[in-house]
């Protein structure tokens, strides 16, 4: 049983050194899942007597005010007997304290190294270690005094910050409570008991134990407290009797102060009854009878809990990317990396393996036949339009069989306008793979550690569309243009030809134009863009997915890769500046991964060894 307390001692240790102490945070706690005791008393309520009682050492700090300013995590080892005692500091590892005033001192000192030389208390606790033959094998929490009044060179806060510590321990269920309360004062004011009472109501984790026996007044006695009888708790109440003040100034022995302890309670009538059952010696044994039964209890739980805590970290960890290498070549493959991911997301949404791609189809498709469509070529050619073309192409001298400079006329203004859809296509399908450039961006999460690669990239891949539209729109509106430049013969071959037999040489040379004549005309230019139309139907849609989707797919980021190439140190490690926070919350996770890995090989550790 002793390796289950050895065990949670190290996962304490381990907490404390990779940032865990229990306080709010954004970090899953292991912490807060481990049993611990707590010590609570008041001011002058002998806390700091009761703890050198239990290891049979002075080497708590003393003093008026506050002298505990940051939780003491005290974990106490028993060694062979025989082998010199001595202590260990976390935050001096390889150390060993055999002096215990050195001890006192580096408590003290290491208090100011966090607090500063002012009153001021802080929450990060100190880890110390005290093997000894002399001891049990226990671990108590040495919290900051309880105090009602802040004494000079203190906050106004100070009372309460004191009180929302002590809370912030005790109110965890897995917190068993050592409330410390001298006998020579009135029970009801008892800081300890009160605050006790407040997080644990039913008395099911708490521990109540009664100093200053012997200062009572004359007459009176603790017996009906120790017998739980003016105050139930849980478990049994127990008295101690601390060395005196005068006894500390004479350094009275430890050893010394306990056998006068025992005999206190077997020489003094009212408490002799009671005497197997008082003082620090056995108060030492009962709690860590208990801690380890309630460590035992809560082993199963707490292994599962960290288990899972360690995939959901591992997940995260690997959400936000590794850290990036410090050399220039390092760093230059890491970009291109990042670049390569990013640009095979942005072909999955143009290929159909992510959603995006479908609606370039969907302009090609809908779109833009429909924008055919609505053109108004029956307004191109109504007649009054059809008869000004085709009159003013004859000029000076009218045509001899067909009016073939008003059916070019003609044909050019209409299909001309088929331009706006064509332009139409080329923005719209340029919209449509810059929106799939921000969705990949978006859906790369390694851009999201890095603000500066992530515009650049962004930026470098737009410049790119931008380009290949401008050159997907000059190759598109050629086609128009082609088919303005150069008609098809055979469509006009193949017309019916009317040749007048005969005639009237008395008839206006206007008569040419009559009504049936150009409704003709128009009816066989119609035809003809409507041909036209749908040839380009189908080949502007090859054009834009040549010149941009195509492109696209192929060389979005070439322009990139060939600058990144001339970038020095400097450069690539601005691309690579990580969001602040990113990097915090990275180095955090790696610490709290570290130190639940460590907890599982601990508590596996164990489990094989049973």
């Not at 209409?414 to 450039?437: F, N, Y």
Request: charged fraction near 25%; proline fraction near 4%; include cysteine.
């Amino acid at each position: 049983m002793e390796n289950l307390i050895s065990l949670v001692n190290k996962i304490q240790r381990a907490c404390t050194a990779l940032g865990d102490h229990g306080d709010s945070s954004a970090l899953p706690t292991l912490w807060d899942s481990l049993p611990a005791i707590a010590v609570v008393g008041g001011q002058s309520s002998g806390k700091s007597s009761v703890l050198e009682s239990i290891v049979g050492k002075d080497f708590l700090p003393r003093g008026s005010g506050i002298v505990t300013r940051r939780p003491l995590v005290l974990q106490l080892q028993k060694i062979d007997d025989g082998t010199r005692e001595y202590a260990e500091f976390l935050h001096l590892p390889r150390k060993r304290f055999t002096d215990f005033a050195a001890v006192r001192k580096e408590i003290q000192d290491e208090t100011d190294r966090e607090t500063g030389r002012s009153k001021a208390i802080s929450s990060v606790p100190i880890h110390l270690s005290i093997y000894s033959p002399n001891v049990v094998n226990l671990t108590l929490v040495d919290l900051p005094g309880l105090t009602k009044v802040a004494v000079e060179g203190q906050s106004e806060n100070i009372v309460k910050d004191i009180e929302n510590m002590v809370r912030s321990y005790i109110e965890k269920p897995n917190c068993i409570i050592l409330a410390i309360s001298p006998a020579n004062q009135d029970l009801a004011t008892s800081d300890a008991i009160k605050i006790s009472r407040e997080v644990d109501p039913s008395g099911e984790r708490t521990f109540g134990v009664l100093t200053k026996i012997d200062l009572m007044d004359k007459g009176t006695d603790a017996v009906e407290i120790l017998e739980g009888k003016s105050f139930k708790l849980k478990y049994p109440w127990v008295g101690v009797v601390n060395r005196s003040q005068a006894d500390i100034n004479k350094n009275v022995d430890m050893i010394a102060a306990r056998r006068r302890e025992r005999e206190y309670f077997s020489n003094t009538t009212e408490y002799r009854h009671l005497a197997h059952k008082m003082g620090s010696e056995h108060l030492a044994k009962m709690l860590s009878k208990h801690l380890e039964h309630v460590i035992k209890s809560r082993i199963p739980g707490i292994q599962s809990l960290i288990n899972k805590t360690v995939l959901e970290l591992e997940s995260e960890l690997s959400r936000l990317g590794k850290p990036i290498a410090a050399d220039a070549g390092g760093k230059l493959y890491s970009i291109m990396e990042i670049c390569r991911l990013f640009d095979q997301i942005f072909k999955e949404h143009l290929d159909g393996v992510r959603a995006g791609g479908e609606k370039v189809y969907n302009v090609f498709d809908n779109q833009l036949p429909a924008a055919l469509k609505r053109l108004q070529f029956d307004k191109q050619l109504a007649m009054d339009n059809i008869r000004k073309l085709v009159t003013e192409a004859d000029g000076y001298q009218p045509h001899l069989i067909a009016p073939e400079q008003g059916y070019r006329r003609l044909i050019e203004s209409s299909i001309v306008s088929i331009r706006g859809p064509a332009e139409a296509s080329v923005d719209t399908v340029h919209a449509i793979l810059k929106d799939l450039v921000h969705k990949s961006v978006n859906e790369t999460v390694e851009l999201k550690q890095y603000p500066a690669l992530r515009v650049e990239v962004t930026n470098a891949a737009i410049e790119s569309l931008d380009k290949m539209r401008e050159g997907s729109k000059k190759a598109t509106l050629q086609l128009v243009d082609m088919e303005c430049s150069y008609l098809t013969v055979d469509f006009f071959r193949k017309l019916p030809q009317d040749v007048e037999k005969g005639g009237n040489p008395t008839h206006s040379i206007f008569d040419r134009y009559n009504d049936s004549y150009l409704r003709r005309i128009g009816s066989n230019v119609l035809s003809y863009v409507n041909m036209v139309c749908a040839g380009l139907r189908n080949s502007i849609p090859k054009s834009i997915v040549y010149c941009q989707v195509r492109e696209a797919k192929r060389s979005l980021l070439d322009h990139f890769f060939a600058e990144l190439g001339t970038m020095d140190m400097k450069r690539l490690s601005s691309l690579l500046n990580e969001d602040p926070a990113i990097m915090e919350r990275r180095s955090a996770i790696a610490k709290r991964l570290e130190l639940y890995r460590a907890a599982q090989s601990e508590i596996d550790a164990v489990a094989w060894s049973k």
